[in-house]
């Protein structure tokens, strides 16, 4: 499945991580009024990010237990019938506050936009799903480059073969973001992930893409590939996307989402990430 509306990638300098963005409320502020676009991926390091999925009310149910089925790739930090949130960001207003939105009609191409006002209406039930971008912070400081941030790319997702547990009419496979990683930090890798659940954990695959029935690299579902160096194994860790997948499959009349890689930043630390399912 080959998503039309892939990202473009945009040609900036490295963001500084020590700047005036570096705090989440500077950030989504930035969002709001068009300053900042670009992915989130290195952004606001120690802060746990999320995925942004907006359902009419009548599916949330159903959306909520194929988050409860599949944990892995969606797990579930917080469902809001209003966009401005009094928990994870308190004053936050889901319409406007991240770099870029996703909107789906009646199963349709997704239209990517900078905010969606004009888009939301009372019906919505929001979800914010744990972020893979929140455990990267701790992969840095244990000396782990990240070439996606290095060079100002987003992270490639792939499509993988595995089938997600349904729920309703919500279905669909894996998806999978990849980071490579030199081979004699996988372990560490592996060990920093995996203390953040909450933020997809673990990794689902290492080595052989053919193993997840990904059988090019070099061509991302969503995201932007950066290629192999020698002495690189790629890794697999489940992605927030697979929820935007499984929504699609749903076919409701509206859906909107964050783009791929331009995720909500929480004013939660993700040291403090809880695993009860909070009401905003």
Known sequence: MQDSGRTVRDERAPRDPAGPLSHPAALRAA???GRFSETTSGACPGFA???LILLPRSLAGDFRAFCE???KPCPLLLMSESPVLTALAPGADLRTDLPRYRVTRGGGPPVEVGQVREAWNTDLTAFLLGCSFGFEAGLVEAGIRLRHQDEGRVVPMYLSGRECEPAG???GR?????RPIPESRVEDAVRISGEQPLAHGAPVHIGDPA???IHDLS???WGEDGGLLPGEVPVFWACGVTSQVACRNARPDLMISHAPGFMFVTDVPVAEQKRPLQAA
């Open 49 to 51: 990010q999320a995925n």
């Open 31 to 33: 969002c709001r009024d």
């Open 174 to 178: 894996l998806v999978v973001t990849m």
């Open 69 to 71: 089925r599949n944990p």
């Open 219 to 221: 061509r991302p579902d």
């Open 169 to 171: 009419p919500f279905h």
């Open 211 to 213: 193993a997840l029935g």
